[in-house]
């Protein structure tokens, strides 16, 4: 079986931070059985962020030196801006908004056939795969 491209979204990071137990659980199977759990740039920008609005020093730290090391670095192309922006103006004619983050993601999950691992229906609307890990598999 080929590994599985998962791309965490911002609340399966905040999940991990609160110690989820169904998160945790959904992270180290996928980690154990050879799965890439992927970080990207906006991602890494919403937690980063989050983390300095509040001064969480002590977050900020762990996040870096202890959640990012398990995570594999998901770059973005600049196909991956395109498609984005593609999306976001076939969204907009649609009458739907979304994040930028959203949509980077989103992309993203589209060249890399990979799945956004998000508690957000956000996506739903997107053609791409996901899955919520808050919930039983």
């Given at each position: 079986m080929?590994?599985?491209?998962y791309?965490?979204?911002?609340?399966?990071?905040?999940?991990?931070?609160?110690?989820?137990?169904?998160v945790?659980?959904?992270?180290?199977?996928a980690?154990?059985?050879?799965?890439?759990?992927?970080?990207?740039?906006?991602?890494?920008?919403e937690i980063?962020?989050?983390?300095?609005?509040?001064?969480?020093?002590?977050?900020?730290r762990?996040?870096?030196?202890?959640?990012?090391?398990?995570?594999?670095?998901?770059?973005?192309?600049?196909?991956?801006?395109?498609?984005?922006?593609?999306l976001?103006?076939t969204?907009?004619?649609q009458?739907?908004?979304?994040?930028?983050?959203d949509?980077?993601?989103?992309?993203?999950a589209?060249?890399?056939n990979?799945?956004v691992?998000t508690?957000?229906d956000?996506?739903?609307a997107?053609?791409i795969q996901?899955e919520?890990?808050?919930?039983a598999?």
């Amino acid at each position: 079986m080929d590994p599985v491209i998962y791309i965490l979204d911002t609340n399966v990071i905040a999940d991990r931070f609160h110690h989820l137990p169904q998160v945790l659980d959904r992270l180290n199977r996928a980690g154990e059985a050879g799965h890439v759990l992927g970080l990207c740039d906006p991602v890494r920008y919403e937690i980063l962020r989050g983390l300095l609005k509040v001064n969480a020093r002590q977050k900020l730290r762990h996040f870096q030196e202890t959640i990012m090391p398990l995570m594999d670095h998901l770059a973005l192309i600049d196909d991956d801006w395109q498609v984005a922006a593609q999306l976001w103006a076939t969204m907009r004619n649609q009458g739907k908004q979304f994040s930028d983050a959203d949509l980077l993601i989103a992309a993203l999950a589209q060249r890399l056939n990979g799945v956004v691992v998000t508690a957000d229906d956000d996506f739903a609307a997107l053609s791409i795969q996901r899955e919520n890990w808050r919930t039983a598999p």
